[in-house]
T-cell receptor, first 114, second 111 residues
Framework: KAGVTQTPRYLIKTRGQQVTLSCSPI?????VSWYQQTPGQGLQFLFE???????NKGNFPGRFSGRQFSNSRSEMNVSTLELGDSALYLC?????????????FGQGTRLTVV | DAKTTQPTSMDCAEGRAANLPCNHS???????VYWYRQIHSQGPQYIIH???NNETNEMASLIITEDRKSSTLILPHATLRDTAVYYC????????????FGKGTHLIIQP
């Protein structure tokens, strides 16, 4: 069974540009969450999607957005990139949302903003 | 979600059991205890989770105290590949807020 797949693995963008990251969950998983990891702030929750609906969002500006498609694949978008957006972006999938459901992470997309 | 407290770092000899403590004294009745680990620059790896009973799987055992205010993750026979940052996370029943990662414990397995 394939794991969570994130593409691309590495990305370099210029300040002011926008970027779209993709996440394919484990087959059969319908919930997808996104996280940002930086050396200063650690791992922080961005948002969670289930059945194409955003269930919750972390404390991030509106430049960070996402969506989920009917096949459960998800994308996140960051507009007007800033240097501080350089981070490892991680996607996690689970069967359904909920506290008693383990989430499995992908290997992440390493975004560098120059 | 309740906060957790973990030691910053720990050492363990290869082949011995690694016991990682976690304090979650403000945990409430519907909150689960989760453990993840992260090897440098990789995505976090799920290890185990539980509500109040002790749990065991192929990777580890989770021992939760009767009052649920603390727990211990046990890796029975640590190997060098178990060197990683281990995160203890308390997650509320609704689970809508994602996983709240603290700084974790950097476990170093010594040869």
């Amino acid at each position: 069974k394939a794991g969570v797949t994130q593409t691309p693995r590495y990305l370099i963008k210029t300040r002011g540009q926008q970027v779209t990251l993709s996440c394919s969950p484990i087959s059969g998983h319908r919930s997808v969450s996104w996280y940002q990891q930086t050396p200063g702030q650690g791992l922080q929750f961005l948002f969670e999607y289930f059945s194409e609906t955003q269930r919750n969002k972390g404390n991030f500006p509106g430049r960070f957005s996402g969506r989920q498609f009917s096949n459960s694949r998800s994308e996140m978008n960051v507009s007007t990139l800033e240097l501080g957006d350089s981070a490892l972006y991680l996607c996690a999938s689970s069967l359904v949302p909920g506290a008693d459901t383990e989430a499995f992470f992908g290997q992440g997309t390493r975004l560098t903003v120059v | 979600d309740a906060k957790t407290t973990q030691p910053t770092s720990m050492d363990c000899a290869e082949g011995r059991a690694a016991n990682l403590p976690c304090n979650h004294s403000t945990i409430s009745g519907n909150e689960y205890v989760y453990w993840y680990r992260q090897i440098h620059s990789q995505g976090p790896q799920y290890i185990i989770h539980g509500l109040k009973n002790n749990e065991t799987n192929e990777m580890a055992s989770l021992i939760i105290t009767e009052d649920r205010k603390s727990s211990t993750l046990i890796l029975p026979h640590a190997t060098l590949r178990d060197t990683a940052v281990y995160y203890c996370i308390v997650r509320s029943g609704g689970g809508a807020d994602g996983l709240t990662f603290g700084k974790g414990t950097h476990l170093i397995i010594q040869p």
